[in-house]
């Protein structure tokens, strides 16, 4: 059983940066590690993920601009966004997985509360 905690979010201008980070109170060391975000009237989006063996997977709206990482010895993740645009405003969600739902897009063992990103332009 993991839990997980985001922070990080808030209001940020277009072309600004935020970090997101994620606490695990359960060991993630075997799981792999990954963010969604679901903006009002869109379909879920998978951010990013990180898979067990520091394999490292974007969804092309954001490569090149986000940066997944993970901290297996602090228990943690954090996803880096840089040159935030307006379309980017939704609720991101930290989720950790077992190895199925997650790098295929459907899902996650276990889900975070869930922190707002505004963008402004």
């Known amino acids: 059983q993991v839990q997980l905690v985001e922070s990080g979010g808030g209001l940020v201008q277009a072309g600004g940066s935020l970090r997101l980070s994620c606490t695990a109170s359960?060991?993630?060391?075997?799981?792999?590690l990954g963010w969604y975000r679901q903006a009002p009237g869109k379909q879920r989006e998978l951010v990013a993920f990180i898979t067990s063996d520091i394999s490292a997977n974007y969804a092309d709206s954001v490569k090149g601009r986000f940066t997944i990482s993970r901290d297996n010895a602090k228990n943690t993740e954090a996803l880096q966004m840089n040159s935030l645009k307006p379309e980017g405003t939704a609720v991101y969600y930290c989720?950790?997985?077992?190895?199925?739902?997650?790098?295929?897009?459907?899902?996650?063992?276990?889900w975070g509360q869930g922190t707002q990103v505004t963008v402004s332009s």
């Open positions: 359960g060991n993630i060391n075997t799981r792999d």
């Open positions: 989720v950790a997985d077992r190895g199925w739902w997650l790098r295929r897009g459907a899902g996650a063992d276990y």
